[in-house]
């Protein structure tokens, strides 16, 4: 009995490190069909230029499609809401066609507003501010005088205080039980043991 309980906690706990050890799935190759600066313009909920003042990554990634939170600090606006501050998601990865953002730096944004959550691709025509001169010369002259902003309460823009992810919090699902399976086990395996030594004594 006492060898048997060994075993299931051995599997138990190899069970739970190839949960937490797999590596998540490849991405399929990024394709985009081409837009031109202005119907990238016309598809887009938002479009703008700023530099990124800060970026929030999953606490734990699951592959290259998990979304990042961008905030970027406004400089001109040629579409959406004209404030100081946007938030916008991207895929970690240029993989699965995501925007891969540099803090410090500048970008010709184009996004989409996907259920209250501004999102943005390679394939909106999102760059670095430094490739961008032909679409800007495209844009021409937007709006530069903006409104100051709090992110938590513009509606359009992704909340700066918000709480994990659905998706990020069931990641302690599998641990917590794994856990809890061991420390049930491993009680167990004390009470038998200390039995079977009482017994030969």
Known sequence: MIHLLHSLTVWILIAALTVFAAPADRAAACS????????????????????????????????????????????????????????????????????????????????KNDGGRLTTSICNETKKLSLASQALKDL????????????????????????????????????WAALGGTALLGAALWVFGRRGRDRNR
């Open 32 to 111: 985009c069909v081409g837009f031109t600066t202005l119907e990238a313009k016309d598809v887009s909920d938002a479009v703008f230029r700023g530099t990124v003042t800060e970026i929030k990554k999953p606490w734990m990634s699951k592959g290259t499609g998990d979304l990042a939170k961008i905030t970027l600090q406004v400089e001109e606006v040629w579409k959406g809401a004209a404030v100081q501050e946007i938030v916008v998601s991207s895929a970690l990865s240029e993989a699965s066609c995501g925007v891969e953002f540099r803090e410090g730096e500048s970008y010709l944004v184009f996004a």
């Open 140 to 175: 021409g002259s937007g709006q530069t005088d903006l409104i100051r902003n709090e992110l938590e309460k513009t509606g359009e823009q992704t909340e700066r205080k918000e709480t994990a992810p659905a998706d990020d919090v069931d990641l302690f699902t599998p641990l």
